[in-house]
């Protein structure tokens, strides 16, 4: 069963040293949406809103990026316009 890692960037880097073992590529891609989700919502008081960058690379076990997933946020505050 292949391992992937998830290295997280939020500010700085913080690299997934342990992986999962899951059963394939799509299996990868299911467990990079739940971080990622689960990630915005630890953070949803914070300034990843206001900065507006989040990113998760996922790597394989020969440490290639196998894909990245990127988030943006514009949070409209104080009553800015559009």
Known sequence: MPRYFFHIYEKRYHLDTEG??????EAAK???????????IDNAASD???????SL???DEA???V???RLSTHCR?????A
């Open 77 to 81: 505050m104080d009553g800015e316009s």
């Open 57 to 59: 690379m996922v790597a």
């Open 67 to 69: 894909f990245v997933v």
């Open 20 to 25: 999962i073992d899951l059963s394939d590529f």
């Open 30 to 40: 299911k467990e990079a949406m739940v971080i990622a989700g689960k990630s915005m």
């Open 48 to 54: 990843v809103w206001s900065k507006g960058t989040w």
């Open 63 to 65: 440490a290639h990026e």
